[in-house]
């Protein structure tokens, strides 16, 4: 039985996807696939698949027309024959012992999470996330770890157990910005066993051009509503509104995240997002449970503008 599946939606990628792929076909441990959705790419990346696809034969080709990264993804779970799976973007590479690495963890656990490395086009300007690693947590034991550091977990930086996230039907929203936001707390809050690693496994690369630096105010405007959106959801996964609650520490990470959104906004837009928050109680959910979060919460009372400049 293959062990793992890379999963990597390819669109209109093609200056970078050599580099990925290389990361992906090097890895230093034998049973592994990857999956690489074309989803629609007008460029030529089409032709890299292709000499890959003769030359190796861990490698699965799907092409499809362009229906958005969730669908790409969703659509390489479903082929997917590894017992676990990751995601990698197309712009983005990852460290070629990162199976190594991530094999020796992964034994009895729905998620295992590794350290991101971001940096520019160039690789020339990196920044290292080396966050503390935690033992085996359930779910919501995990959001008071990951909550330390920031916000909005994106969906490359774990390995997930196909099995568990197979049996709770997780899928990528279609249509959405933040993708990530909708599930990957969800996925967490489901998981009963998830494991933090020091190992830095994954190169993010900050490009211009992609979804997340496009400087388009529309845009902009779609990806902050789309969050909130999302946020509907994943604050009905708690039942709970008990203190001394780990429930809170999911609550207060996911109201964290919509609220820090707000800094992307211009003034009359972020007017609307903020009211909206309000009426969403998203200020509730922010955790005072340390003198550091109470003066924070402090802050956001008296200057919403002011928070979001001094937090990050």
Not at 1 to 20: A, D, E, G
Not at 58 to 77: C, D, F, P, T, W
Not at 106 to 128: A, C, M, P, W, Y
Request: glycine share 4%; charged share 35%.
């Amino acid at each position: 039985m293959t062990k793992y599946s890379f999963i990597v939606p390819v669109y209109n990628t093609s200056k970078y996807l050599k580099r990925c792929l290389d990361s992906l076909i090097g890895q230093k441990f034998e049973s592994y696939e990857i999956i690489i959705v074309n989803d629609g790419s007008t460029d030529n990346s089409e032709d890299i698949i292709k000499r890959y696809l003769n030359k190796y034969k861990k490698i699965k080709y799907i092409k499809q027309r362009n229906k958005g990264l969730s669908e790409a993804r969703n659509v390489g779970v479903k082929h997917a024959k590894g017992k676990y799976l990751l995601f990698v973007d197309s712009d983005d590479y990852v460290e070629k012992s990162l199976l190594k690495e991530v094999d020796k963890e992964i034994s009895n656990v729905n998620l295992l999470r590794f350290q991101v490395i971001k940096e520019d086009e160039t690789g020339k300007h990196k920044e290292t996330h080396e966050e503390k690693a935690f033992g085996v947590v359930s779910g919501k034991d995990a959001f008071k770890f990951i909550s330390e550091y920031h916000f909005v977990e994106p969906a490359w930086c774990y390995v997930y157990e196909k099995e568990f996230y197979l049996k709770n039907k997780f899928e990528f929203k279609k249509g959405v910005y933040h993708e990530d936001f909708g599930l990957i707390p969800e996925i967490i809050y489901k998981a009963k066993s998830v494991k933090s690693i020091n190992y830095l496994g994954y190169h993010y690369v900050v490009r211009k051009g992609s979804i997340m630096t496009d400087g388009d105010s529309k845009k902009t405007v779609k990806k902050a509503f789309d969050m909130l959106e999302q946020y509907k959801n994943l604050k009905s996964l708690s039942k709970t509104s008990s203190k001394n609650n780990y429930d809170d520490y999911y609550l207060s990470y996911i109201s964290n995240c919509v609220i820090v959104k707000a800094r992307e906004l211009n003034k009359d837009d972020k007017k609307k997002y903020v009211s909206e928050l309000k009426n969403l109680n998203a200020f509730d959910g922010v955790l005072v449970d340390t003198f550091a979060r109470k003066i924070k919460k402090v802050l956001m009372k008296i200057s919403l503008n002011l928070y979001l400049k001094v937090v990050k």
